[in-house]
């Protein structure tokens, strides 16, 4: 079955420190995943997309197949990145659905 | 451009009743998906719905469903309420036809559900 796991409920670091949000996935095809982010009292919106290999804020997320992981890095932390970090995959081949892990609570401190 | 609007916002319930949600898209968006979301389980993904049609479906039973209109505007629905069913529900509305992966899914502020 598919599933995405964030081992770290919370990570706490000072500005200017790198980040790394780890994602582990278990999805039988190929997988499609995604970062959602959530900052305090504003709605959950698309961080960025494996397929799209951007990198957005100064946050990059590289696929590792072997090691199933999706894990999000930013070499230096800003205060405004403290949010709900939430890792995704899309099912696909029949019906499609967003499989979330639990999040994970990134807090920057100055 | 208005974003995605769900009402109510907060809504108490007691076991056994239903209740229906709403969630208005973004103007020009024709898909629909529902989450829901709590402490323990997490996000869960309900149903999505595009052109009137429900497209795809999660793991929930069918006291869970749903509809869209015409205009886009979606409906979900739970009859028989559990206590199990206190979440939070959040709608996201995406663009065209290509579905979840491309599209990118635009988040309501959700409709807080609690059964007592």
């Known amino acids: 079955a598919q599933r995405v796991t964030q081992p770290e409920k919370l990570l706490s670091v000072f500005k200017g420190a790198p980040v790394e949000l780890k994602c582990n996935y278990s999805y039988s095809g190929s997988p499609e995943l995604f970062w959602y982010v959530q900052y305090s009292r504003q709605r959950l919106q698309l961080l960025l997309r494996h397929i799209s290999r951007e990198s957005i804020k100064g946050f990059t997320a590289d696929l590792n197949k072997g090691e199933t992981s999706f894990h999000l890095k930013k070499p230096f932390a800003q205060e405004e990145d403290s949010a709900m970090y939430y890792c995704?995959?899309?099912?696909?081949?029949?019906?499609?659905?967003?499989?979330f892990g639990k999040g994970m609570k990134l807090t920057v401190n100055p | 451009k208005a974003g995605v609007t769900q009402t109510p916002r907060y809504l108490i319930k007691t076991r056994g009743q239903q209740v229906t949600l709403s969630c208005s898209p973004i103007s020009g968006h024709r898909s629909v998906s529902w989450y829901q979301q709590t402490p323990g389980q997490g996000l869960q993904f309900l149903f999505e719905y595009f052109s009137e049609t429900q497209r795809n479906k999660g793991n929930f039973p069918g006291r869970f469903s749903g509809r869209q209109f015409s205009n886009s505007r979606s409906e979900m629905n739970v009859s028989t309420l559990e206590l199990g069913d206190s979440a939070l529900y959040l709608c996201a509305s995406s663009l065209s036809a290509r579905g979840l992966v491309t599209d990118t899914q635009y988040f309501g502020p959700g409709t807080r559900l609690t059964v007592l």
């Open positions: 995704a995959l899309i099912t696909q081949g029949g019906s499609e659905k967003l499989v």
